[in-house]
Structures are given as C-alpha cells and as structure tokens.
C-alpha cells in the first residue's frame, strides 16, 4: 500500500512540474484595420529615416512626439549624418498596447562605405504607434539614434 501511494505521488510531481515547466504559447497577433494602419504608419516612418527626410518623417509624428524634440533634433534623427549613413531597417510583428496604442520592435542599420565588419546583431529598439483620430495613427514613441 505505502509503495503504490509513494508511486502515485511521484507521478503526481512529475506532471505537475511538466505543466509548470511547460512553455506558454504567445497568444496570436490579430491583424484587423488598426493592426495594418499602425504597421503602415510605422514603415512610412522607418522609410523616412532610411531615405534621410526629415520632412516626410515629421509628417507622421504625432504633435506630442514633435513638442518633445527640438526641430535640430528631428532633423539630425532623420538626415543623420553622411557617414555612417541610414542604410536599412527591420519591423517586427505589433503588439498590441490598447485599442489605440502598437509597440513594434525595430532594428536601424548604419552603414559606412566598405567598412568590412561584422558583428552581433543590434538589440531592437521600440517605436510606438498610437491613432489620433478615426483611421489616422502617427508614432508617437521612437528610438534616439
């Protein structure tokens, strides 16, 4: 009797610590209208930095991101400077802050001209999408290259 209850209980831990230990699924990425308005939103920004425009990148600033930074400032986040220059950029999948509010995880490259290096990859930074009006987002959050 005592061998089977001591059997039962080691069956018992052995389960439970394998649910515990168990890795959770992330839920599933909805992509509804305000999913691809904010992804679109955050593209056109990324495109602006990669493409060096300031004036196409403050377009899509909300005014509170634009009050936050000095014009110089948003100036030298898009044109950077000649070298290393603004090459490319990754998004990663949104996550979903609030109805209004995306977090996307985003890497900027540099590049200098034949600089034959290479490294680990950079940590991605956040930038963050928020909508303004109905169907109208602009980044809110981005990171201080």
């Not at 992509?31 to 691809?36: A, E, L």
Request: negative net charge.
């Amino acid at each position: 009797m005592t061998i089977r209850r001591a059997g039962t209980l080691m069956l018992i831990a052995f389960v439970s610590s394998s649910l515990v230990a168990a890795p959770r699924a992330e839920p599933p990425i909805i992509v509804d209208d305000h999913y691809i308005l904010a992804l679109s939103t955050a593209d056109q920004f990324l495109h602006a930095w990669a493409f060096r425009s300031a004036d196409e990148g403050r377009t899509v600033l909300t005014p509170a991101a634009i009050r936050r930074h000095s014009a110089e400032e948003l100036t030298m986040l898009f044109q950077g400077v000649s070298s290393p220059h603004h090459e490319s950029f990754e998004i990663g999948p949104g996550h979903k802050i609030s109805p209004t509010k995306y977090a996307f995880d985003i890497i900027e490259y540099e590049y200098l001209t034949n600089m034959n290096s290479s490294g680990p990859r950079p940590k991605p930074s956040r930038l963050v999408v928020v909508e303004v009006a109905s169907g109208k987002w602009l980044v809110d959050e981005f990171p201080e290259s």
